[in-house]
């Protein structure tokens, strides 16, 4: 299988040798006087595009750049102030998506991952301070925490928004999930840090991230391109883009696939992304976003601890009768309904877990003008997640349409002679869906037995917001917003319990949750060099329908009592730009949460997982970035991000035998956050002379322990990474090449043995009152060393 795919990315390179060896053909025959198409081939200097002089601003921005620096990306950095009122109201509801005035925000440039392989969204996302990763349920299925604010969840993405392109690409019931994003498809990242709800609604506690596409105008041709290397990993997609009359479009297609580094677990995953906009009038924009996202791939089951340290990338684990050390298995019901038939020990090759997942999504806007300074949009959008996911004893299997309108007025003009920039918007989504839940029975490829469970459920939000930005003297700036959301879960679960009759417990719920979240940013630019800023905002989350149904021994049950979320954080922070040549910036946090929301590892056979209200809890923390030229051609740049995260308020209680212990936790660490982590990076790029566009670059990730479990019992370790690159850019003179690009990487240079991923642990306690943990696995190893190479090149 894997040859075939191998064969084909092969097939691809040899095509673009081909056809830049024909083009040197054609030119040396039609103009003899100038040299081959080749890497040394004559350029304009000074129309070099490849890499920028020291007097470019910094392209990872966590500031707001001086006005004669002008940045490659197009939105305001850190905290920035209200825009140029020229731009006009259209321009301005634009940022309030990339990087909204007086949010702790940072956007990252396409020029940060152009030049290296970019697999998945941790690629790109290692840029920004505040940030961590853990690997998911698949090859490019990622948890994003913003502040830690994912690493208390087992799977996909919440407690931050999700956009491409100003659409959100989060469902109505707050999961996201990364398996749909190539880093190939963008242009820059917005990372939007901090609770959010006032401007984006439920779910928006940890902030949130918009990715941008490449407009067909910039791209203005075809780029296609191929990477592969260790693990079988190959990549091929392509990228065109055009702006033609009064229409302006890119599309992307990418084909990846690879046998990976743990055992069970080959990927094979097609994604298309769209963007289109097309000017009617001078007032109206009409823009179509379009997503298509398919995925097949095998899933490894979760290691504890112990097994991680035996046989990290679960090798030898082929069948659980002649397995290696520390393979670890499922149990799986020889009838499909219960135990009363036997219960088999499948390994995950022997058992085919994985994941068969398509995720479309469809999206219009249409954007009109009444003058200048006001501006109308109307966006819909349709999101389709479909499903099938046998990760275990059991399988997920449903279909998850939902649809999302809103709609919002800007303005720009004066208040009491003023610069003011004012927004208000409504919006309303909605999600049902019926989800089975089924066993699965031995013997292979993810047989499946009988229904475990089903649940209906359906997640309506609808609510309004209001933004103010007033520009108070030329130096401060003031920004005020309030949201108001109402959100309703309603729910039916059907549980199956099999012996000599069937037997069904439904439980049911219908909740409805009022939040309003309001914010408050001062920006105050002292002088060019300094930027002070200051903002209180809250966030808010409510649960999904199924967390309602989960026990806490993972059967399905009343869970019906969960409350919202909500948090209240400070921001201060400053960012100093001495010069084009240095970026300093640095943000403080302190954040109260109520009723936080947190989901940990459980060992029932229906369910993986249970969620819970922690009354009060307390997330502070630190964020630097900094980015250095500080000699011609070298380039210094670092996210670092300290977290401190503590139980203020929370009893946990736990059943031992026939008695029923209560346990403090005030004080304690909450499981899964880190509280160091560093990523940094110093490059050299030649600008000039024959060698025009040759770089390298070394990296260095430190992830540093944590705890994961509420007890603080157990730690999962922490590590330190180095990643080498050597890369090449290069200008082609061809009527029909722009240019090339190759490149080649050493990741874990070291070969390190760490871990990519550790959900939250379960306590456990014995009839004598002392606490233990579960066995239940909830680790993945990250890759060992690998060697990556690519190329691509741009046509006109």
């Not at 901090?194 to 075809?222: E, K, M, Q, V």
């Not at 877990?353 to 009109?368: A, P, S």
């Amino acid at each position: 299988m894997f040859r075939r795919h191998a064969l084909g990315g092969v097939s691809v390179l040899a095509l673009q040798l081909m056809l830049l060896q024909s083009a040197t053909i054609a030119r040396a025959e039609t103009e003899k006087e100038l040299p081959s198409v080749t890497v040394d081939a004559p350029r304009a200097a000074p129309q070099r595009a490849v890499r920028k002089p020291i007097a470019q601003a910094t392209s990872v921005r966590t500031h707001v750049p001086k006005p004669p620096a002008a940045s490659v990306a197009s939105s305001s950095g850190q905290g920035g102030a209200v825009s140029d009122p020229a731009s006009g109201a259209g321009a301005a509801r634009s940022q309030l998506s990339q990087s909204p005035s007086g949010q702790t925000a940072t956007t990252i440039d396409r020029s940060r991952y152009d030049d290296r392989p970019a697999f998945s969204v941790g690629d790109i996302l290692r840029e920004s301070p505040g940030v961590s990763l853990k690997q998911g349920n698949g090859p490019r299925d990622l948890g994003i925490s913003i502040r830690g604010s994912n690493a208390r969840n087992g799977f996909g993405i919440r407690n931050i928004a999700l956009f491409e392109d100003g659409f959100p690409v989060t469902q109505p019931d707050g999961l996201s999930r990364s398996d749909l994003i190539d880093p190939h498809a963008y242009g820059a990242v917005d990372v939007i840090r901090g609770p959010s709800s006032a401007l984006y609604g439920n779910y928006a506690t940890g902030g949130a991230i918009n990715f941008r596409t490449r407009p067909g105008g910039s791209i203005d041709g075809a780029e296609i391109g191929s990477e592969g290397g260790s693990f079988g990993y190959l990549s091929n997609y392509m990228t065109f883009g055009k702006k033609v009359g009064n229409f302006e479009g890119s599309l992307f297609t990418s084909d990846v696939r690879g046998d990976g580094y743990l055992g069970n677990s080959w990927f094979n995953t097609q994604t298309v992304n769209f963007l289109g906009t097309y000017k009617a009038t001078p007032d109206d924009r009409f823009t179509v976003k379009i997503i298509n996202n398919d995925l097949v791939t095998r899933l490894p089951i979760r290691y504890t601890l112990s097994q991680y340290y035996q046989n990290p990338y679960q090798q030898g684990c082929t069948t659980w009768a002649s397995r290696a050390a520390g393979c670890a298995a499922v149990g799986l019901n020889k009838n499909g309904l219960n135990t009363l038939g036997g219960v088999d020990q499948e390994t995950a090759l022997q058992a085919g877990l994985g994941r068969n997942d398509r995720r479309t999504i469809v999206g219009g806007r249409w954007e009109h003008d009444f003058d200048n300074n006001t501006s109308w949009r109307n966006q819909f959008v349709f999101d389709d997640r479909n499903i099938s996911q046998p990760t275990g004893s059991t399988s997920a299997i449903g279909d998850y349409p939902s649809y999302n309108y809103m709609s919002d007025i800007t303005r720009r003009g004066e208040i009491f002679g003023l610069e003011s920039t004012a927004f208000f918007g409504a919006f309303y989504n909605t999600l049902t869906a019926s989800g089975d839940t089924r066993f699965v029975v031995p013997g292979g490829n993810a047989a499946l037995g009988g229904l475990s469970a089903n649940t209906w459920s359906e997640t309506t939000n609808y609510g309004l917001r209001a933004r103010e930005e007033l520009k108070l003297t030329a130096a401060l700036t003031a920004v005020a917003g309030l949201g108001w959301e109402r959100t309703h879960l309603r729910g039916v679960n059907t549980a199956y319990t099999y012996g000599a009759t069937t037997t069904t417990t439904i439980t049911t719920a219908d909740r409805q949750f009022d939040n309003l979240a309001p914010e408050l940013a001062l920006l105050y630019r002292v002088n060019s060099d300094w930027l002070l800023r200051a903002r209180v905002a809250t966030g808010y989350g409510t649960p999904q329908v199924s967390n309602l149904f989960v026990l806490p021994t993972g059967d399905f049950g009343n869970n019906t009592q969960l409350k919202s979320q909500t948090n209240l954080g400070y921001d201060v922070g400053f960012d100093w730009t001495p010069n084009r040549s240095l970026t300093l910036s640095a943000t403080g946090f302190y954040e109260f949460f109520r009723n936080e929301i947190v989901t940990q590892a459980v060992t029932g056979t229906q369910n993986t997982s249970y969620t819970f209200n922690a009354p009060r809890s307390e997330h502070r923390g630190v964020e630097l970035a900094a980015d250095w030229r500080f000699l011609p051609g070298w380039r210094f740049t670092t996210a670092y991000t300290y977290l401190d995260q503590v139980y203020t308020e929370y009893t946990e209680n736990l059943a031992g035998g026939s008695k029923l212990f209560s346990f403090n936790r005030v004080g304690n660490k909450i499981p899964g956050i880190s509280p160091n982590e560093l990523t940094a990076r110093l490059g050299y790029d030649h600008h000039s002379g024959r060698l025009a566009g040759l770089g390298a670059f070394v990296e260095v990730q430190w992830k540093d322990s944590f705890y994961m479990d509420n007890a603080n019992l157990l730690k999962a370790p922490g590590y330190e990474l180095v990643n080498l690159n050597v890369h090449y850019k290069t200008e082609l003179a061809s009527d029909t090449f722009k240019s090339m690009n190759v490149f080649f990487e050493v990741r874990n240079v070291f070969d390190r043995t760490y871990i990519a991923s550790a959900n939250n642990l379960q306590n456990t306690v014995t009839g004598a009152g002392v606490q233990g943990l579960a066995g239940t696995g909830t680790i993945y190893a990250g890759s060992p060393r690998a060697f990556l190479a690519g190329m691509k090149v741009a046509f006109r």
